[in-house]
């Protein structure tokens, strides 16, 4: 297989220097790869790649405010299984782009991308390329783990959430905290994570659980499906507090949850050392850096689930994670008119 990778140098024996996949390659032979300067490189790929160049019928060219954007592989499908294709996921999260670019604005954005669908290779990417249209905000934030500055996008407006979504980014995941008060979070959110062997039905009995340590403590929460297997449940913090403060109020909670269902629940953060058969209580979501799928986030799920805002009468057996989906979110949301303003 023929890979695409953008690299910052291409060492004296042939070592890359801050690769990133870009995608794979099936109108390049192998064969035909060979290492040599970048403007050879870049010719001889140029020249093999044109006699089977796309024709483009399914690009397309919008003006979304006042950008215009070229969108690429429209007719592509992303889930196999749901015959849903890249235009559609553009067009879905245009459709409720009123409601998630609230819970968007001024957060820090982790690219995960999906370039050929659900099944598809995926990668995470963070820094904005340098093909980044000008006019899409971008945030530089030191990362103390990679010992580098961090171009992250700020998904702002319509038009930037398109030029995601056309990257490949079937999910949307930010930070807790915005830009602005980039130490100090909006908001605490406690992960209730299955393992392998657990049930939707163990998901949603902890999740009431942890509405009765909320209600003894007298803390307000907000529950929401992850759109994959899980629970989250928000707290709002008001950006007053430091991140490792949220995080240590998060672990007491969790481990007041513990104490109530220790046949099911469990804080061990080890894959390898968890139990198959209980809930993980994730805390650690609650540091800087962290991000996690937005409200009304497409989830890269058979069924294109929707992390959806739930009420707490909402969970109780019977609820399944694909309840909410790309087919009926707009209408769930337009009904419920729960979330609508950021925490």
Not at 38 to 62: C, F, H, I, W, Y
Not at 110 to 120: A, D, H, T, V
Not at 326 to 333: P, T, V
Request: hydrophobic share 30%.
């Amino acid at each position: 297989m023929v890979a695409e990778v953008k690299y910052t140098e291409l060492t004296k024996d042939h070592i890359y220097r801050h690769p990133i996949f870009l995608r794979l390659r099936d109108d390049i032979e192998s064969d035909d790869v060979a290492f040599g300067t970048e403007k050879q490189l870049k010719n001889e790929t140029m020249k093999k790649a044109e006699p089977q160049k796309r024709s483009g019928k399914d690009d397309v060219v919008k003006k979304i405010g006042n950008k215009e954007l070229k969108l690429t592989n429209q007719n592509k499908i992303y889930f196999p299984h749901d015959d849903i294709t890249k235009g559609d996921v553009i067009t879905f999260y245009q459709s409720i782009s009123q409601y998630i670019l609230p819970h968007l604005r001024a957060r820090p954005q982790s690219m995960n991308r999906y370039p050929n669908g659900i099944e598809g290779l995926s990668f995470f990417q963070k820094d904005a390329s340098e093909e980044t249209p000008e006019w899409i905000e971008t945030q530089k934030v030191f990362s103390e783990s990679s010992d580098k500055y961090i171009n992250y996008i700020i998904c702002n407006d319509k038009a930037t959430l398109a030029y995601l979504n056309n990257l490949g980014c079937i999910e949307l995941n930010v930070w807790t905290s915005k830009i602005q008060k980039a130490d100090h979070p909006d908001y605490l959110v406690l992960d209730l994570d299955p393992s392998e062997k657990n049930s939707f039905e163990d998901v949603i009995e902890t999740a009431q659980t942890v509405k009765e340590v909320l209600d003894l403590a007298g803390v307000e929460g907000y529950p929401k499906t992850s759109g994959s297997s899980g629970i989250h449940i928000y707290i709002p913090m008001n950006a007053k507090y430091s991140y490792e403060q949220v995080k240590d109020f998060g672990h007491l909670l969790m481990q007041m949850v513990h104490q109530k269902l220790p046949d099911l629940t469990t804080l061990e953060r080890s894959l390898q050392k968890r139990d198959k058969n209980k809930i993980y209580l994730d805390y650690l979501q609650n540091r800087s850096g962290q991000t996690l799928a937005s409200v009304y986030s497409l989830r890269p799920k058979d069924g294109a689930p929707v992390s959806m805002p739930l009420e707490w009468n909402e969970i109780k057996n019977g609820l399944k994670p694909t309840d909410f989906n790309i087919y009926n979110a707009l209408d769930r949301i337009k009904e419920k008119e729960i979330f609508l303003n950021p925490l």
